[in-house]
Every structure is written in C-alpha cells, then in structure tokens.
C-alpha cells in the first residue's frame, strides 16, 4: 500500500515533534512524506501536482499540530483547492474513492486535557470530526487518529517513542478498526 504523509507544519524545521515524525516515516518503503509549507511557501497551490501525488497512493495521512482544534491555514487553503468538484465528489469526483485517509496530530495540551471534562472538554477523536467528515465526503475509508500531546514539554525519548508507535500504527492500522485514537505521552 503506498502512503503520502501530507506534512503541514508553518515551521517544520523548529518543531520537534512534527519533524521527527516526518523524518522517521521518510524511511518507510512505499511512503511518500510531502511538506506543504516547505514546497511552497508563498507559491500558489499546483492543483494538478497535488491531484496527481492522491492519485498515485492508496492512503493518505495528513500530519498537522492541532492549531485552535483545526489545521493549520495552508492545509484548510489545500483542502479548498485540491478537492474539488469533479474530482473529488461530484460526478467523476471518484479520485478518492475508497481510499483510506487519516490523520496525525501534535498537541501542546496533554492527553487528560483532551478527555471529556479535560481543559479543552473533547477527546481528539471528537475534534477531529471535520476530518472524518471530510473522508466520508471524498467515499475514502476513515482511519483512526494518531496523536502526540504535550508537544511543548516533550523529551528527546518521548519523541523516540512517538516515532516508533507512529511507524507501527502506519503498519497495522486498518479502516475496519473501530479502535480509538493512539496517544502518545500521555
């Protein structure tokens, strides 16, 4: 199964975590990592680029730090303009059918703050709600989450533990799971 990790990180090389995860799964065979704000920066979006790099893999991760319990703004613009009408959904929009799509999260609050009653009163799995919407949407194969919390305090064998739960959640990970969200740093 070929797998395109969508990095969307506005400063991937001064995240830790992020950069970590995207380096590790760089190693994966059939894993295609494709950091948005590095290949563009201020460029407008190649839509054909991008329609072609879905087309060509069978799951698609998109990896992002959680920014006000949504994407960051270059992965909402991408959104906008590569799935569209047509291709996407719509009539001949089949591009994505029955692909898997999931995503990989980075957090700055801890796993407890993301539990019902917790600081931020929702699990990652109810935020991530408009992702799962938008899989459905495209008749891709929702996948549970994966997410690393505390990504401001983290250690140096805490991230070591991410990258290796990372890389096995990418191999065992199924759509038919009916699992919760993996958590890493609890």
Do not use: C
Not at 39 to 50: A, I, N, Q, S, W
């Amino acid at each position: 199964m070929k797998t395109l990790i969508i990095v969307a990180h506005p400063d991937l090389q001064s995240s830790r975590v992020n950069r970590a995860l995207a380096q590790v799964v760089k190693e994966q065979p059939d894993t295609t990592v494709h950091a948005l704000y590095e290949f563009y920066g201020d460029r407008p979006l190649d839509v054909p680029h991008e329609q072609a790099l879905l087309d060509s893999h069978d799951r698609i991760i998109f990896q992002y730090p959680l920014y006000w319990y949504s994407t960051p703004p270059l992965l909402k613009k991408w959104f906008d303009e590569v799935l569209t009408y047509g291709y996407a959904f719509g009539p001949g929009g089949e591009h994505l059918k029955g692909k898997e799509v999931g995503i990989a999260i980075s957090t700055a609050g801890t796993a407890a703050s993301y539990q019902p009653g917790g600081y931020n009163l929702f699990t990652v799995r109810e935020i991530a709600k408009p992702m799962e919407a938008l899989a459905n949407y495209v008749s891709g194969h929702y996948l549970p989450p994966f997410a690393v919390h505390n990504a401001n305090q983290i250690t140096d064998e805490q991230i070591t533990e991410a990258q290796a739960a990372y890389v096995q959640h990418l191999r065992t990970i199924s759509h038919v799971q009916t699992a919760g969200l993996i958590t890493i740093n609890k």
